[in-house]
């Protein structure tokens, strides 16, 4: 159901844009639909919480899962769980990656390393393809889109990483329902500390755009795997690198605490025949 519902996400979020290309018969570069849909804060939160779905019966805490932690170690168990989510996490973010560029069928596709017609248009389209107007002017003539679009997978796996290690780490210190209320938490701040939602909430005036720019770039994870969140030379955004190494220590915080909780962590059997 979580693949079903993160291909349909990748669809209705192309659908718009692929329909320039088929319309006008202009090319697409195959990794451009990845790029538009998925340099936006609320794409990056439909896959996280579409994710959560995926992980919801993670950690294992019943019987079997309480015999292997017996016949090996809690910390054995705790790692084999953290690379199960790994593993996951990273197999559906590549899932999501090949669901956009599928969404090319039927266009004029093209494999070059180089920006297309269909991205010209988008640079002088209405506010209706605002994500992809913003990523265009921010990245045509600083990037590639093999190089754009390895950025934004880097930050939208690290990202939902994240998310799956709060989700891992609350279940372990206090249960599966902590856990999945301390990820909904984060992702409704990181909904809330957009720019725009931020301004509008707080009904702040337009001259402080900037300064709502800066506080959501920095203080929402969110936006830190928000690619045109990033400074690109001209401003005091967050570089990529560094959102990077801040989505990278949060999640390494994570499965350490994760790790110290385990130590002390026990099941409780009910029920059950005392004579076997």
Request: proline share 4%.
């Amino acid at each position: 159901m979580s693949l079903l519902l993160g291909f349909l996400l990748c669809w209705l979020l192309t659908d718009k844009t692929m329909a320039i290309s088929r319309t006008y018969l202009t090319n697409v570069q195959l990794l451009e639909p990845f790029v538009w849909c998925y340099a936006d804060d609320d794409s990056i939160l439909f896959a996280a919480l579409v994710m959560m779905l995926m992980l919801s019966a993670l950690p294992r805490l019943d019987t079997p899962a309480s015999y292997l932690i017996f016949r090996t170690t809690h910390l054995r168990w705790l790692l084999g769980q953290i690379l199960t989510v790994l593993m996951l996490t990273l197999g559906y973010t590549l899932m999501i990656l090949l669901s956009s560029m599928v969404m090319c069928i039927g266009c004029n596709v093209f494999i070059a390393n180089r920006w297309s017609e269909t991205a010209t248009m988008l640079s002088f389209s209405p506010a209706s393809f605002e994500v992809a107007l913003t990523v265009m002017r921010k990245t045509v003539k600083l990037t590639t889109p093999y190089g754009c679009a390895v950025q934004i997978f880097l930050l939208m796996f690290q990202y939902v990483l994240l998310m799956s290690m709060l989700q891992l780490t609350f279940t372990v210190l206090r249960s599966r329902k902590a856990g999945i209320i301390a990820t909904l938490t984060v992702n409704f701040a990181g909904y809330v500390l957009t720019p725009d939602r931020f301004m509008t909430w707080l009904n702040l005036p337009a001259e402080m755009r900037y300064y709502a720019n800066l506080l959501s770039a920095w203080l929402s994870p969110l936006q830190h795997a928000t690619y045109p969140m990033h400074s690109f030379g001209y401003d005091s955004l967050p570089r990529v690198q560094t959102s990077y190494l801040i989505l990278g220590g949060a999640s390494l915080l994570l499965m350490t605490v994760s790790a110290i909780a385990m130590r002390r962590f026990s099941f409780h059997f009910i029920g059950g025949d005392s004579d076997a």
